[in-house]
């Protein structure tokens, strides 16, 4: 499979970066990374979906190779902006798969947009840790500003290898193998003097936050949604029984727990994953309606060399 391109567009001001595979005719299949993460830790997800795709994964803002957001803006709604951004861009229409962030993010810009999605695969994606379970209070506020304020004094860590960069993504999970972990660290990192640090920025890490939107104000959203929906759980996840009782709150939406596997669903169980999620995409994009893009075999179309462009 050929390289991804990487492409820029704009959001409130901000450069936003992502990464297109297949055939820039096919119908768009967007991937939303979760926090602390990067559009490339997709490649396998996008490279399986390619044949009869045009994938396109962004980086958050704030992650990967995105703007960081000047003062730290990263709330939820900022974040559905920037999604319905992308996919208008991309003609208007899309299907979507999330992780974690992504998921949630895609979730509420779905019940915001329900015209603007074909499907949707929420990975872990209703219980990121960025909805709050209650209205804010003074003493919420404070204790969620102390927090931030505590990040004007951090320290990037510094690993003085990718190799130890990825010895720290196979801590976080087990799971992963030492080539998908250095593939990880390799699109996760930026160099500095004397080693690599995370290209996130600590501002976007969504624990530190007071969120913006309640789990009673998500349920709304989720209600909205128009498209057929996929919660995929991992076995293994800390929230899976909560996640499995999310569907009833949905028009249209089954939940499906992969074995043996965490947050990480499309990492940990790969396979199982993207037969799962194919199944989904089926409803949205019958085979037949693909014929010109088939999803199995070579892929149609050309591909460039991965390069930036400044687009």
Known sequence: MPEPEQHFYQSQRLRLAYWQW?????????????GRDHARSWDRVAQAFAPGYRVVAPDLRGHGDSQWAIGGEYS???????????????????AVIGHSLGGQIALLTAGAYPERFEALVAVEGT????????????????????RLRTLERRVPRLYPTLEAARDRMMEANKRLTPEFALHLATYGTRPVEGGYIWKYDDWARMEMRAHDITAEEARHFWAAIACPVLLLIGGNSFARRRTADDERFFQRARSVTVPDAGHWVQHDQFDAAQRTMRALLDEAYPPHALSLHP?????????????PRPD
């Open 295 to 307: 999803r199995t075999g070579a892929a149609t179309g050309t591909q460039q060399a991965s390069r």
């Open 22 to 34: 297949g055939d820039p005719s096919a119908p768009p299949l967007v991937l939303v990374h979760g």
């Open 127 to 146: 219980v990121a840790g960025a909805i709050r379970s209650q209205s804010i209070t003074p003493q919420a506020m404070r204790e969620a500003t102390d």
């Open 76 to 94: 939820l709604r900022q974040q559905v902006i920037d999604l319905v951004t992308l996919i208008d861009l991309l003609g208007g229409r899309a």
